[in-house]
């Protein structure tokens, strides 16, 4: 387990140790909650975007699945010999 240690503003530790003691928790158990629930919050945040990007992308694939494309290689080719 890591040990981190920071400073805070007083007024900030005051709103922390009131936290604490409503959540019937010690000081640093009520900050490691708050850490902790910002993590998995952020990291859920980012899986559900995710699933979203690829929601999205499979919807084109999907959509565009029975054409052909050209290779734009090609026609970059003949724009530049132009």
Do not use: C, G
Not at 33 to 43: D, G, P
Not at 50 to 58: K, L, P
């Amino acid at each position: 387990m890591t040990q981190v240690t920071i400073e805070l503003e007083p007024a900030i530790a005051h709103l922390l140790e009131h936290l604490a003691r409503k959540n019937s928790r010690s000081l640093e158990a009520e900050i490691k909650a708050i850490l902790e629930m910002t993590a998995r919050t952020k990291e859920s945040d980012k899986a559900i975007k995710t699933a979203a990007a690829w929601e999205r992308i499979n919807k084109a694939r999907a959509k565009y699945s029975d054409r052909v494309f050209s290779d734009s290689v090609e026609l970059l080719r003949e724009d530049r010999n132009r």
